[in-house]
């Protein structure tokens, strides 16, 4: 299918098709990677906050996040990341350090779950600069009809975003 939109990023895609979608698409992006080509990616921002009861991470932007991130895949996005940040109630950069550390020791295992099979990626938002942790490196499509119908009307325009947040 060829795409009428051009090439970049679109926030808070919150219908296709005239319909709603739950949950919204944080970032919609529209990338050409050949000739005929186009890759949709939606990308799911998530904040890891300090939680005072147990005195470290809360984890539900996490997990909230990854549900988020593969229920993108039924509204036509090949591909889905999770970019995790980090609030500013994070009292020191050691909280962030252990959660990376972690990351990286489970990045074997996270990967066989989240990106073999259903292209879901992690990327970590830290002092600035995002760094991929899991890359799946697998487009996702599926032969249901209705999610390619929905992946074809993202490449035509189809869809609701938020102009104000548009840049460029």
């Known amino acids: 299918m060829k795409s009428v939109l051009p090439y970049g990023a679109y926030p808070k895609v919150s219908a296709i098709g ?5 949950p919204d698409i944080d ?5 050409k990677v050949s000739q ?13 906050k300090f939680d005072t009861r147990s005195n470290g991470l809360s984890w539900s932007s996490f997990y909230s996040g990854i549900g988020q991130a593969i229920l993108y895949l039924k509204n036509g996005v090949q591909r889905a990341v999770l970019v ?17 550390d972690w990351l990286w020791d489970n990045k074997e295992l996270l990967k066989s779950i ?3 099979y259903i292209g879901v990626d ?3 938002y830290e002092r600035g600069a995002i760094s991929p942790i899991i890359e799946g490196g697998v487009d996702f499509y599926p032969s249901d009809n209705k999610i390619r119908l929905l992946s074809d009307e993202l490449l035509q325009g189809k869809f609701t975003f938020n102009k104000r947040l548009k840049s460029g």
């Open 84 to 100: 995790l940040g980090f609030h500013a109630n994070v009292p020191d950069d050691k909280l962030i350090d252990e959660f990376h």
């Open 27 to 31: 970032i919609l992006e529209v990338q």
């Open 36 to 48: 005929n080509q186009f890759r949709l990616t939606g990308y799911e921002v998530k904040l890891m």
């Open 114 to 116: 989240l990106g073999s």
């Open 122 to 124: 992690l990327h970590l």
């Open 18 to 22: 005239g319909k709603r979608i739950n």
